[in-house]
């Protein structure tokens, strides 16, 4: 089956660095992937979408100097959380979606990032 | 704009009972829908997946089925054991590029 790596799948940084989290599809082309954000005991909310080669679309509230999605290849997309604060420490999720609408969404194992 | 919910929130069932996890989606024009588990702190592990031309999907233990005209869904779970612990979350497609999730039930079965 599909398969989504993601990693590093935990990270402490000091406040002011930057961290980046990679999200590759390991079987399968994926055109467009996701980031979200989820915070204890809630559901996932989606930060952006990136499809590969163009730039990604952040939904409504999501800095986008703040989150930097790079999506150059079709296997590869990443996740760049700059000048990174506390109040970013969350799980971060990627998820992948294949070339055919019907097969669904593959999720990597998430990041746990802690800012202190 | 979609709106997936879930119900109950949270469940908690001796081991061995069957269960029903419910979901229910605002807006029926949908691609497909997923459930998911999540165990804490860790990604999404797809369980089932509907195509919004079928009723339901079975895997071992796990059926789902998919009612699209009300806009609902249900995971059944049969015989349930302790590992079956987790977060179960139900997602819509609603477009190519738009995955909506319900708010999640935690479910614990008590050895």
């Known amino acids: 089956g599909a398969v989504v790596s993601q990693h590093p799948s935990w990270v402490i940084c000091k406040s002011g660095t930057s961290v980046k989290i990679e999200c590759r599809s390991l079987?399968?082309?994926?055109?467009?992937m996701f980031w979200y954000r989820q915070f204890p005991k809630q559901s996932l909310m989606l930060m952006a979408t990136?499809?590969?080669?163009?730039?990604?679309?952040?939904e409504q509230g999501v800095e986008k100097d703040k989150f930097l999605i790079n999506h150059a290849s079709l296997t590869l997309s990443t996740l760049t959380v700059t000048s990174a604060h506390p109040e970013d420490s969350s799980f971060y999720i990627c998820?992948?979606?294949?070339?055919?609408?019907?097969?669904?969404?593959?999720f990597g194992s998430g990041t746990r990032l802690t800012v202190v | 704009k979609q709106e997936v919910t879930q119900i109950p929130a949270a469940l908690s069932v001796p081991e061995g009972e069957n269960l029903v996890l419910n979901c229910s989606f605002t807006?029926?024009?949908?691609?497909?829908l997923q459930w998911f588990r999540q165990d804490p702190g860790k990604g999404l592990t797809s369980l089932l997946l509907?195509?919004?031309?079928?009723r339901e999907q079975t895997s071992g233990r796990l059926n789902a089925s998919l009612d699209k005209s009300s806009g609902r869904s249900t995971l059944y779970i049969a015989a349930s054991q302790p590992g079956d612990s987790a977060t179960y979350l139900c997602?819509?497609?609603?477009?190519?590029?738009?995955?909506?999730f319900g708010t999640g039930t935690r479910l614990t079965v008590i050895p």
């Open positions: 997602a819509v497609q609603a477009g190519a590029n738009n995955l909506f």
């Open positions: 990136s499809n590969e080669g163009s730039k990604a679309t952040y």
């Open positions: 079987d399968f082309q994926a055109t467009t």
């Open positions: 509907i195509q919004s031309s079928q």
């Open positions: 807006d029926s024009a949908i691609y497909n």
């Open positions: 998820s992948a979606a294949g070339q055919l609408l019907n097969y669904g969404y593959t």
